[in-house]
């Protein structure tokens, strides 16, 4: 007989396993969320094992149980949201994953649910005793599971709040919002007549108000700087310009220190105008910079000049797909002010050629420093 406290144990050991399966599939396979969701389903399985072998310490004997019989149990919601949680399933199959994780969860919370309320009500003839066991063998999850969810939507719905009021107005909700919670905690821990049946009507209040406000925000959609954001993607490669001149996105904001120092392979300045490098551990100027293939490279850029500059790093040129255009490679830092730097990150994965040799280069200024790639 699998005890209760092994079945939660064994429950996140599913719960685990499932969700690395949709995290390797949905996300990425290796990488490192999916190793903890594999580490955690062991461990509830390590510690459901010992609960199991252990029988709890406390367990109920044969003796002590109701014999079961054949009257009905009360009706249960739980098939309806079995069943909205396929209908959900199936409609993330043709719109986005997101909805599809949403069903999967909604199909396994009442897949579980729906299983431990039917063996409860056939435990025995005892109501009392059925709903006792049903909360003992689930309980445990259900209440954190439930705060989960809660704080998910709460969370789901400042966010929407936030995405549609200007930066200067969130600020004033956000500093409100908080005034607000803080004001009624401090009633509700001081006076007698805000607990009990107030407390609720407070919080039911407070909950209607943000899924109104929410929803209304929801449908309103993001604020006008951020929708033009995301309709045009500003962190896209497609807005990486890497002249002379500013960029109005892509310079945004330019973070021209560097705390990372350990990696870098060589340091390329520009000065009066003029371009030239010193690799690591050497004082002399050099015109040629060394990096191995397909490993991850850093390249410092400080710009020792009056006006801003930014390094450019060109990689020769390569066809899109079967198009047959062929596109110049490459890629750069943002504009660097004086005595400012900023570090280039480079995974090259062939060599140059004659035709089409690397360097670095830094527009507006004279001279390029070669790059080569064995």
């Not at 199909?107 to 006792?132: C, K, P, Y």
């Not at 951020?226 to 500003?234: G, I, P, S």
């Not at 198009?323 to 480079?346: A, D, Y």
Request: some cysteine; glycine content about 10%.
């Amino acid at each position: 007989m699998i005890t209760p406290g092994s079945k939660y144990f064994f429950g996140l050991t599913g719960l685990s396993l499932i969700s690395a399966i949709l995290y390797m599939v949905l996300v990425n396979p290796s990488d490192l969320g999916a190793v903890a969701l594999f580490g955690l389903a062991a461990s509830g399985a390590l510690i459901g094992a010992m609960a199991l072998f252990t029988r709890d310490g406390d367990v109920y004997t044969d003796e002590e149980a109701v014999a079961a019989n054949a009257v009905a149990g009360p009706p249960s919601f739980w098939p309806i949201v079995f069943a909205l949680g396929a209908a959900i399933v199936l409609t993330g199959l043709v719109t986005v994953s997101v909805v599809f994780i949403l069903g999967v969860a909604v199909l396994i919370g009442g897949g579980v649910e729906w299983a431990i309320h039917n063996w409860a009500d056939g435990a025995s003839s005892d109501r009392e005793f059925n709903t006792f066991a049903r909360e003992r063998a689930i309980s445990a999850i259900e209440y954190p599971g439930l705060a989960a969810v809660g704080l998910g939507i709460i969370a789901f719905l400042f966010s929407r709040v936030f995405l549609a009021l200007s930066k200067e107005s969130g600020t004033i909700f956000f500093i409100a919002a908080a005034g607000a919670i803080f004001v009624v905690g401090i009633l509700i821990a001081s006076k007698g007549f805000m607990k009990g049946a107030v407390t609720v009507v407070v919080a039911v209040l407070a909950a209607v108000a943000l899924i109104g406000v929410g929803t209304f925000a929801a449908l309103s959609g993001e604020r006008h700087e951020l929708a033009v954001a995301a309709e045009e993607d500003h962190f896209d490669a497609s807005h990486r310009e890497c002249g002379e001149e500013e960029s109005e996105h892509y310079d945004h904001h330019a973070n021209n220190t560097v705390s990372l120092r350990s990696a870098v392979t060589a340091t390329i300045f520009v000065k009066d105008g003029k371009v030239y490098a010193e690799a690591i551990g050497m004082t002399k100027k050099v015109d040629t910079i060394t990096i191995p293939r397909s490993n991850a490279t850093s390249v410092m850029f400080r710009n020792l000049d009056e006006e801003d500059h930014r390094l450019v790093v060109n990689l020769g040129s390569a066809k899109v797909a079967e198009t047959g255009v062929v596109e110049k490679v490459g890629t750069c830092t943002q504009l660097t002010g004086k005595n400012q730097e900023q570090v280039m990150t480079l995974t090259i994965p062939k060599p140059a050629t004659e035709a089409e040799p690397y360097s670095f280069t830094v527009p507006g200024a004279t001279g390029e420093i070669k790059l080569v790639v064995p």
